[in-house]
């Protein structure tokens, strides 16, 4: 699997099942050369634009999560965007970094 293609956006899955959004590539002559993920958990429930109280009714938010989650997954697949293993990254020189979490959303315009 090339590793040229990965772009923001794309998943990425570790040895446990856990999957990754990239957020973020850095090149270096036209190669991607590093990564910057965050879970997916995390990143859907800030990319999600829906009013959670409406959607979410007598299901859990955590439920809400799955199925956006899950949906991302599917979608992924179906436009044929490949998922990319860690270990595949890691053995392609490619960099993996975590997005720091304890920081704003990016596209949120909170303030800390």
Wanted: no cysteine; aromatic share 10%; charged share 20%.
């Amino acid at each position: 699997m090339s590793m040229k293609g990965i772009m923001a956006g794309d998943l990425v899955t570790d040895e446990y099942g856990n999957f990754y959004q990239v957020v973020g590539t850095q090149s270096d002559e036209g190669e991607v050369s590093a990564i910057e993920i965050a879970h997916i958990y995390f990143q859907q429930a800030f990319q999600s634009q829906t009013d959670v109280k409406e959607a979410v009714g007598t299901e859990s938010l955590g439920a809400y999560l799955q199925d956006l989650v899950n949906g991302y997954i599917e979608e992924t697949k179906k436009n044929n965007r490949p998922i990319y293993a860690v270990r595949d990254l890691l053995v392609n020189n490619v960099g993996i970094y975590a997005m720091d979490i304890t920081k704003p959303y990016p596209d949120s315009g909170s303030a800390q």
